[in-house]
């Protein structure tokens, strides 16, 4: 199986809290994994873990491995700014730069990177915002505020920007969980669409959502109140949900936790 991401080992803590514990598991190119589980057994901690997110938390920190390719991501000659331009993250709730356009949030991170030349910024602008399924929408109002689109055309807006530097990979951490039930639609189908290009982890407390848009998906539990969160089982999206190795995972996905 090819490797995009491929995690040893991993605690995580917050201070002397550890959150998560001893996670293993591979993340394969060009596909969407699925991170389900019950509320605070650690899916969003540990997806911060992947792109060095995690360790902006003052007492944040992580034990373990983890590889994007053939790179340890931990190395002390690792920079974190590069690692979460590589792996971009998108959140909950949609998060444009409210004083910017609708444009310079696309671009805001080319800009960053250095990039000046106004052609080159204004096709990678296209190009991320067709990406996107925005760009027929807000052609017109490029100069406009990013903050005055619906909920949903924001976070397509923030899956624009989070694209235009050309990640390897994108975490999405619960991306439909403030929106209505038409643009979680039209954000799973950009998922499946953006699949052919990059590599997606998400995390869903949607059932349906990780049946229908991944590939791979990983349990993650609790053993007790208190104790760290661990991975129980990760397999292709269709065996977790007919037939899983694990007992716990049966009783999660068919509504018989507690
Ligand atoms: P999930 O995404 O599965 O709901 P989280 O990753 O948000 O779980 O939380 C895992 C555990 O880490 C929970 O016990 C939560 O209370 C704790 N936690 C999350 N964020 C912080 C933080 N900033 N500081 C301290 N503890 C945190």
Redesign the pocket.
């Known amino acids: 199986m090819a490797k995009r991401i491929d995690v040893k080992d991993l605690n995580v803590y ?2 002397d ?1 550890k ?2 514990e001893g996670v293993s598991l591979t993340i394969e190119p060009r596909s969407v994994t699925a ?1 389900i ?12 873990t992947l792109n060095r997110m995690h360790e902006v ?1 003052p ?2 920190r992580v034990e373990g491995q983890v590889m994007l390719d053939d790179k340890d991501l931990y190395a002390s000659s690792v920079d974190p700014v590069a690692v979460r331009r590589t792996i971009g993250m998108v959140f909950q709730r949609p998060n444009p730069f409210p004083t910017m356009s609708i444009y310079d949030n696309v671009v805001s991170g080319l800009r960053l990177s250095g990039m000046k030349d106004k052609k080159a910024l204004a096709e990678a602008a296209e190009k991320s915002l067709v990406g996107a399924n925005l760009w027929t929408e807000v052609k017109d109002r490029l100069k406009k505020p990013g903050a005055g689109l619906s909920g949903g055309q924001q976070q397509r807006l923030c899956i624009a920007r989070a694209i235009a530097v050309k990640p390897q990979v994108l975490l999405m ?2 991306p439909c969980s403030a929106l209505d039930p038409i643009s979680t639609l039209a954000i799973e189908d950009l998922v499946s669409e953006l699949k052919a290009d990059y590599t997606i982890v998400i ?1 869903t407390h949607n059932m349906q959502q990780a049946s229908r848009v991944s590939d791979r998906t990983a349990f ?1 539990n ?1 053993a007790a109140t ?1 104790k ?2 661990r991975l129980v089982e990760i397999d292709t999206t269709q065996k977790i949900f007919s037939n899983p190795k694990e007992q716990a995972t049966e009783d999660y996905i068919s509504g018989r936790f507690g």
Do not use: H, I, M, N
């Not at 899916?43 to 911060?48: N, P």
């Open positions: 917050y201070g809290f959150a998560v991170f589980g019950p509320s605070g057994c650690g899916k969003s901690t540990f997806l911060r938390v007492g944040g951490d619960e995390v993650f609790l208190g760290p969160g």
